[in-house]
């Protein structure tokens, strides 16, 4: 009889193809190629999902800045993404992209169950869209003016569309937030989305009219669905929902969605409200990572600082790689990338703590023992202290799995890999070997550390499985099945014959890494800026006839009163006087000017745009500033205010 395996569901988000991945990327699907691996060494029947998210109005804009199609766009992307996570060996089950058929087929099934349901209707939506993140915003939801996502600017934008009542489902939602706690963590995520839910969930708009390059919706072809609804259909399209159910059966409902923080809010908010509505269970844990942040901010392609996945493999190794973003970042929150850290990650954990290990114990049971792991002979207070570590350690590390702590997790293992290191010093296996009477003590301790080193390469395999492997060869052991059980017994290891091999991770020479790496930073930031540069010129937004920017009405301004806005640290409220007219104008540049600097400056002013509130305060204008770069600058003029500028 077979016994069924207990089922494991865990997923990453599906990335957008819209340019090629960088390591902020990959850190979330590294956490869940360990997790996955480690609950299939665990004895779990595993699916691990992760994928793309192609449709939107972004994708179709790229598609066309190349002049070519959105499908031929995003599968150029898709392959790399394949690619990427090939090299990274990341062992994902399934592999989704929202432009297959059978996503298309089952989102629009999902559609028409909300829309049957009641929970779709038609209206009109004014808001302020974000065209980067592709989200309609309140005013009261900006912040500072932009968008709360990715803090750019957003548009006035009008149309026809579907609407979802997430309203209906606000009180189901803040009861899952406020009493399932293990439903979204961590706690300080789970409390920001309580305090969103509180302001009041307005209806979502969920299709779009303005682009088509996204699933029809079933019930008018002149819209297509919202993607964030395309897109976390995935996570139960994927499994056949609702046609081909027994994948569906079997995994669902999810262990674990992985996302980053700045999508908790769809996850945990729209996605819930969804299968609420479709009456399906919901997953049975949100978790939200923060980000690897590079020179203080996010990576950005343009400035040149982001940190390609694949170079680094390149010089350093897939597991190295791996093993550094696990170990040095603690889930949930930011963490800093610097290649100084991640060197020394390497170098001191890697290299000299576990690689001298392993090379110190094959050599020297190749040198006291013709290379035969050795019987051991009894127990001295080293060897006890030695076993207790080596055989607790997996407990622990099951433990800050179950709090997805890999850093904790690992560093539990080189505790014990610390210890056997420990061992060899308090032993002086090469002081035992001079005497032949301790030739038995001298076993034991070649003995314990084989075991020690056996059960390291069981507990790190879910991280470095090459790594593992390699140790596995050097001892001897390499045929033999991996199996998790075997990580919480000691003296399992019969007479087997070791054999060294090249250092599982050469030592790197940290000074001349790092002017390396440094030096092709460097370069890649020059390049992007003289790239930029080039393309400040060039990349102009579309030609305009003479009619629209007739339009404009271009006015001189005088300030005659500035002061900070009582509800937004980088706005400035200005009073500026325009011939007989004095009006408010509120710009968003706190952060370059104090309002005693802008105070009686002759500024030019957009005049006739229309007024919108900013944080409850009037703004009617713009005043117009030029950027250089790093600050913004004033642009005055000594002509009179209220004169037309031309
Ligand atoms: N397509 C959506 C997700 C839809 S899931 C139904 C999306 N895609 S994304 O490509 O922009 O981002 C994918 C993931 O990468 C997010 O979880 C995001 O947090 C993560 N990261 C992007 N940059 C990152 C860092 N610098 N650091 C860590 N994670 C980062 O959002």
């Known amino acids: 009889m077979t016994v069924k395996k207990p089922t494991y569901y865990i997923t990453t ?35 691990f999902l992760t994928g793309t998210d192609e449709h939107g109005q972004k994708i179709q804009e790229k598609a066309k800045e190349k002049n070519v199609t959105p499908k031929a766009y995003v599968d150029d992307i898709v392959s790399g993404i394949k690619d990427l996570w090939s090299t990274m060996e990341i062992s994902y089950d399934h592999f989704i992209r929202t432009t297959d058929d059978y996503h ?9 169950k909300m829309y049957e349901k009641g929970d779709i209707y038609k209206s009109e939506y004014e808001g302020l869209y974000c065209t980067p993140c592709e989200s309609f915003w309140t005013e009261n939801q900006l912040e500072k003016g932009c968008c709360p996502d990715c803090g750019r600017g957003v548009n006035k934008a009008k149309e026809e569309a579907y ?43 969920i299709s779009r009219s303005t682009f088509d390059w996204g699933i029809p919706v079933p019930i008018d072809e002149k819209h297509v669905i919202y993607v964030w609804l395309d897109a976390l259909s995935n996570y139960i399209t994927a499994l056949g929902y609702p046609d081909a159910m027994s994948d569906y059966n079997k995994f669902w409902p999810a262990d674990i969605h992985l996302v980053g923080k700045e999508i908790v809010r769809f996850h945990s908010i729209i996605w819930p409200a969804m299968l609420m509505s479709i009456e399906e269970p919901l997953p049975k844990k949100v978790l939200g990572h923060g980000w690897l942040l590079i020179d203080g901010g996010k990576m950005s392609k ?37 290649n100084e850290i991640m060197l020394k990650r390497m170098n001191y954990d890697l290299s000299n703590d576990l690689g001298n290990l392993v090379s110190r114990t094959v050599s020297m049971i190749e040198k006291y023992n013709d290379g035969i792991v050795p019987k051991s002979y009894g127990e001295d207070e080293f060897d006890k202290s030695l076993k207790e570590i080596a055989i607790t350690a997996g407990k622990n590390v099951e433990k800050e799995m179950d709090n ?35 030739k038995k003590e001298l076993d034991t301790c070649l003995h314990n550390l084989s075991e020690a080193i056996r059960i390291i390469s069981i507990l790190i395999y879910p991280f470095m ?10 001892m001897g052991l390499i045929d033999e099945k991996i199996d998790w059980k075997d990580a919480f017994s000691f003296d399992m290891l019969g007479e087997i014959k070791v054999k060294k091999g090249d250092a599982i991770f050469p030592r790197l020479d940290i000074d001349k890494e790092l002017e390396e790496l440094e030096a092709i930073k460097e370069a890649n930031m020059k390049a992007a800026s ?30 005659i009163k500035a002061e900070k806005h009582p509800k937004a640290d980088k706005l400035l409220v200005f009073q500026v006087e325009m011939g007989s007219e004095v009006r ?25 745009l229309k007024p919108i509130k900013l944080r409850g305060l009037e703004s009617k204008g713009m005043i117009i500033f030029a950027d250089n770069g790093e600050r913004l600058e004033i642009v005055e003029t000594c002509a009179e205010s209220g004169n037309p500028v031309a």
């Open 584 to 608: 408010q104008i509120i710009s968003g540049v706190a952060k370059d000017f104090t309002p005693e600097e802008m105070l009686g400056k002759s500024i030019v002013v957009v005049a006739n």
């Open 465 to 474: 499985h090459n790594t593992s492997a390699k140790i596995r060869t050097q």
């Open 13 to 47: 988000p599906i990335y957008y193809p819209s340019s090629n991945l960088h390591i902020g990327h990959t850190y979330c699907t590294v956490m869940a190629d360990a997790m996955a691996r480690f609950k299939r060494l665990s004895g779990y029947d595993v699916m």
């Open 404 to 438: 997805f702590t890999f850093n904790v997790a690992l560093e539990e293992i080189w505790i014990l890999v610390r210890r056997a290191n420990k061992y060899i010093d308090e032993k002086m296996p090469w002081i035992l070997a001079k005497d032949e009477s301790k």
């Open 530 to 559: 003289e790239k930029e540069n080039q393309n400040n010129e060039l990349e102009l937004k579309p030609e305009i006839e003479f009619e629209d920017f007739e339009k404009i009405d271009l006015r001189v301004g005088k300030i």
């Open 163 to 205: 609407f979802f009542r997430l309203s209906n489902y606000q009180d189901k939602l803040l009861d899952l937030l406020e009493n399932n706690k293990e439903f979204l963590q961590p706690d300080s995520r789970r409390n920001e989305m309580i305090s969103f839910i509180k302001q009041g969930l307005e209806d979502l708009c």
């Open 104 to 112: 298309i087929d089952r989102v629009q099934k999902i559609f028409m």
């Open 302 to 338: 343009s400035k040149g600082n982001v940190v390609d996945p694949v170079f680094l493999i390149e010089r350093y190794g897939v597991d190295a790689l791996k093993y550094f973003l696990l170990r040095e970042y603690s889930f949930g929150q930011d963490g800093i990338f610097t």
